[in-house]
C-alpha cells in the first residue's frame, strides 16, 4: 500500500455495539476461548493481544463515554454510559434485564489488568486510564492496581523499540512525545487514519455510523501494527527475539536496568528514589484532583459547604491554600470551580462563608488576635480594621457582624495560618460577640470586630491549635 492507501474500516458485522452484560459475556467469552484454543496463533511469551482506546466528548471534564476493544476477529464497543450510569436512574426496575451493570464492567477490567498473558496494546493509554478513574470514582480501585509487567504496551515505543520505524523519523519518534496515531499508521503500515470523527461528541447516543467506523479502525489498528513490528519490519527475527523483546518493551518490562528498555532508548532509566518521588506525585494529584469527577464543576457561591463533616472530623486539619480549604468544605461527591487569584480573604458559598486570617506575631502596641475570656475561658479572635479585611464583600461582612449560631442564616468559619507561607488550619465555626469586647480603649475597639469560636474547646485539644491560636493567648 502507498502512503496515500487509506486504512480499510472494519467489515460492519465485525463491529459490535456491547451495552449489556449478556454483550459483554460474549467479549470475555471470546477472550477466554482465544486464550485456551492451540490452534489460534498467539504471541511468543504471551497469549492473545487486545487494542484498547477510549472515546469522550471534546472537553477538560466530560467522562469517557465509550471503550473499545479490539480481538484479531471483532471489535468490541463498549458504552461506558450504559454500564456506569444505571445505578444513577432513579426509574430502573429492579428485575429488569438486559441492561449493562458497573459491576459487570468493573470484572472485565479486572480481568484485564490482572492476566498477565494477554497483551494489552494501546496509544498513550496511560491518559485513557486516568480519564476513566477520574470519570468514575467507583472504579478507582481496579484502575489503579500495579500494571507492571502485565503486558500492557504502548504501539508507538514497540515500533521505535523494535526499529520499525523509518530511519529519517527516527528521531522524531524518540523526541517528539505527541506523534499521533495517525503518523505512526502512516510510517509503519504506508496508509491513513480517517480522523474526521476525532472531537465528534462521543456522548451522543446511538453513535453515528462514521463514529462506530472511527472507534473500531483505532483500535483495530493497534493489532495490525503490531503484527507488521514483530514478523515483517521489525529487528527481531525468531520467537525468542520477540518474546525477549515483549517483555521488554511492557509496561515496566525492566531490563538491564532499574528503567528497563532496550539499548537505553526506549524507558528512561530512573533511581529507585526518583521513582518513589513520582509515585507519589502522582498520588497526590489523584487524591486532589476533583475535576473530572463531575462533567460540570459547581460555581462557589452555588456550592454548599458540608459544615455537618468537617465541624465533626476536620477541626484542627491543615490544608494546602484556598484550594485545599475548598476541597475541604466541598461535599463529596462535588467538584467546586476554584475562583480566579484575587485579594479577598472571604468565599462566599451558598450556605456559609469562609474567612482566610494570616495570624502575625502579637503586637505591643495593639491586643493580641487571639483571646481567651475570663469569665467561661471561650476563645475569641479581634479583627482589627475589619472594613479593609471585608473590603471586596460588604454582604459577608454584614453577616459576620451578625451571626449567631443556630440562627438559620449563613455559618461562618474560620481558616487560620501562621506566617504567609503556611498552611490553613480549619477552626470551625465563629459568632459575633461586639457584646463582649475586651477592656481596651472604646474608640479603638469599637473599630475591631469581636467573634467567638463555636468550636473551640474541641479544637484546643488537637495538634494544630498551639500553633496557630495557644501561642498567642
Known amino acids: ?53 477510549c472515546e469522550w466528548k471534546p472537553g477538560d471534564n466530560t467522562p469517557v463515554s465509550l471503550f473499545q476493544v479490539a480481538t484479531r476477529e471483532n471489535v468490541y464497543l463498549l458504552d461506558v454510559f450504559a454500564f456506569m450510569m444505571e445505578e444513577e436512574e432513579e426509574d430502573v426496575d429492579e428485575g429488569a434485564k438486559g441492561k449493562g451493570t458497573a459491576e459487570a464492567f468493573d470484572a472485565f477490567l479486572k480481568l484485564l489488568f490482572e492476566n498477565e498473558t494477554i497483551i494489552k496494546l494501546g496509544f498513550g493509554f496511560d491518559y485513557d486510564i486516568k480519564r476513566l478513574r477520574m470519570s468514575y470514582a467507583s472504579l478507582e480501585e ?11 504496551i ?24 505527541r506523534v499521533g496515531l495517525a503518523a505512526l499508521t502512516r510510517d ?86 526518583k521513582m518513589a518521588k513520582m509515585e507519589k506525585a502522582a498520588f497526590l494529584k489523584r487524591q486532589n484532583s476533583s475535576s473530572l469527577r463531575n462533567a460540570r464543576e459547581t460555581a462557589l457561591h452555588e456550592a454548599k459547604a458540608d459544615l455537618t463533616r468537617c465541624v465533626t472530623e476536620c477541626l484542627g486539619f491543615a490544608c494546602v491554600g484556598r ?14 470551580r476554584v475562583p480566579k487569584k484575587t485579594k479577598s480573604k472571604v468565599d462566599n458559598w451558598e450556605n456559609a462563608v469562609a474567612l482566610f486570617l494570616t495570624v502575625d506575631e502579637p503586637k505591643k502596641t495593639q491586643s493580641a488576635q487571639f483571646r481567651q475570656r475570663e469569665d467561661d475561658d471561650s476563645l475569641t479572635l479581634r479583627l482589627e480594621n475589619p472594613e479593609k479585611f471585608f473590603s471586596e464583600d460588604a454582604e459577608a461582612y454584614a453577616r459576620t457582624k451578625a451571626c449567631k449560631s443556630n ?56 495538634p494544630m491549635f498551639f500553633q496557630i491560636i495557644g501561642c498567642h493567648l
Open 188 to 273: 509503519v503500515l504506508k496508509c491513513n487514519l480517517d480522523k474526521k470523527c476525532q472531537v465528534s461528541d462521543w456522548s451522543a447516543r446511538p453513535l453515528s455510523d462514521p463514529q462506530q467506523r472511527y472507534a473500531a479502525t483505532d483500535a483495530y489498528s493497534l493489532i495490525s501494527i503490531l503484527d507488521v513490528v514483530l514478523f515483517s519490519r521489525g529487528r527481531w527475527r525468531n520467537d525468542e527475539e520477540i518474546a525477549d523483546g515483549l517483555q521488554l518493551v511492557q509496561y515496566g518490562g525492566g531490563g538491564s536496568g532499574d528503567g528497563g528498555g532496550i539499548d537505553g532508548r526506549f524507558v528512561k532509566r530512573v533511581s529507585r528514589s
Open 1 to 53: 500500500m502507498s502512503a496515500s492507501t487509506r486504512y480499510p474500516d472494519v467489515p460492519r458485522e465485525r463491529v459490535h455495539w456491547v451495552d449489556t452484560d449478556e454483550k459483554l459475556a460474549v467479549l470475555v467469552g471470546e477472550i477466554r476461548a482465544a486464550m485456551d484454543d492451540e490452534d489460534l496463533p498467539s504471541l511468543p511469551g504471551f497469549g492473545v493481544a487486545l487494542g484498547l482506546d
Open 323 to 336: 484550594k485545599g480549604a475548598i476541597e475541604l468544605l466541598s461535599e463529596n461527591g462535588c467538584s467546586v
Open 407 to 462: 440562627d438559620g442564616g449563613k455559618s461562618v468559619v474560620l481558616f487560620a495560618k501562621r506566617g504567609s507561607k503556611g498552611k490553613f488550619v480549619f477552626c470551625g465555626r465563629l459568632e459575633s460577640d461586639d457584646g463582649n469586647s475586651d477592656g481596651s480603649d472604646s474608640a479603638v475597639a469599637s473599630e475591631a470586630l469581636h467573634l467567638t469560636l463555636v468550636d473551640g474547646d474541641r479544637l484546643s485539644e488537637t
Open 142 to 152: 481496579t484502575l489503579s492496581m500495579d500494571r507492571r509487567k502485565k503486558g500492557w
Open 154 to 177: 504502548d504501539v508507538r515505543e514497540l515500533a521505535y523499540a523494535a526499529d520499525a520505524v523509518s530511519s529519517h523519523n527516527k528521531r522524531k519518534y524518540k523526541h517528539q512525545k
